[in-house]
């Protein structure tokens, strides 16, 4: 496996799309970027077009925008529903956009907004966009779940939308552990059923602006030693862009940061916590996730034993 991964390894991708969900600033920027500029079809599906086309405009090659809010479910499906009709492949789905550490809040449909947009949000885009996948050779979905999957983590089925106390920790460590579960879910129903696989990746410490809505107490000591911990976005992305692109990449593998503690440096495959392993949770995440977004993968639903 290569020590020093970059850019340079992606293979050619002329004849490919993709989708980067929040690809019009930091990690999903750098993503997109990266893969037109290896010839890719790239849709920047953003909340702000405006911002989305001025990302664009600084990118190279063939690059479009899709509007997407992925704090509503009417949004996600209206998305969905015009990249259907635009497209009639899809090769990668990066599910990228996310939230953190955000005050108490609710998506339109009245999910816990790091929950909702972290996790459902990708869930029900993932399930109205797979069939366009399922048959094209190389197919992948790749979610970015974070360190924080192991920080105070736990899928609170008692409490999924954090209606009786709130954390802000807490209820991101939910939704980015909740990424790493449907990965794991998605790609033990994917097998049998194409060549479509998952995979995740976390980007380590980046300098990006979700840490804009971290208490005063967390922010203020990370803009001051962002110079020393952190690592640029071009270099949190590479993660991503090991996990879409490297032929030697598998179905449920997850890719991080090769320095110390996964802050930093070159991507390399790193584990996940044993609890992001736990089967039955990760089973009835899916359940309920399809009960709260109405959308489910018809297509890769698992074999009933009959009785």
């Known amino acids: 496996m290569t020590d020093k991964w970059t850019t340079a390894n992606i293979p050619d ?3 490919r799309v993709a989708v980067v969900t929040g690809a019009n600033t930091g990690l999903g920027f750098e993503t997109a970027k990266a893969l037109a500029e290896r010839g890719a079809s790239v849709v920047l599906a953003v909340r702000n077009t405006e911002k989305g086309a001025q990302a664009a405009a600084r990118m190279a090659g063939d690059v479009t925008v899709q509007a ?60 109205l966009l797979l069939d366009k996948m399922l048959p094209v050779p190389g197919s992948r979905v790749v979610t970015v779940s974070s360190t924080g999957h192991r ?39 994917l097998a049998g059923h194409g060549t479509t696989v998952a995979l ?10 979700l840490v804009r809505n971290s208490p005063a107490a967390l922010r203020l000591p990370l803009t001051w030693l962002a110079p020393l911990i952190t690592q640029t976005p071009a270099m949190g992305a590479l993660p991503t862009l090991r996990a879409a692109t490297d032929p030697a990449a598998l179905g449920g593998q997850y890719y991080g940061p090769g320095g110390r503690f996964e802050i930093k440096g070159y991507p390399r495959l790193v584990t996940s916590s044993s609890k992001s392993h736990e089967v039955a949770v990760q089973q ?17 639903e698992p074999a009933r034993t009959a009785r």
């Open 13 to 15: 991708q002329r004849g």
């Open 151 to 189: 920080i105070r983590a736990a899928i609170h089925f008692d409490d999924l939308q954090w209606e009786r106390s709130y954390g802000r920790a807490a209820a991101y460590g939910q939704s980015k552990l909740a990424n790493l579960m449907f990965t794991y879910e998605l790609q033990r129903r």
């Open 68 to 127: 997407l809010d992925l704090t509503s479910l009417d949004s996600v499906r209206s998305a969905a529903a015009a990249l259907r009709s635009r497209f009639d492949r899809i090769d990668l789905l990066i599910n990228n956009a996310g939230v953190m550490y955000t005050p108490r809040q609710s998506t339109r449909d009245g999910f816990e907004m790091q929950f909702g947009t972290n996790h459902l949000g990708h869930f029900a885009l993932t399930g």
């Open 284 to 300: 009835r995440l899916w359940t309920v996730s399809e009960d709260l977004t109405g959308v489910t993968f018809p297509a890769i």
């Open 200 to 209: 995740a990746a976390h980007p380590g410490l980046s300098s990006t602006e």
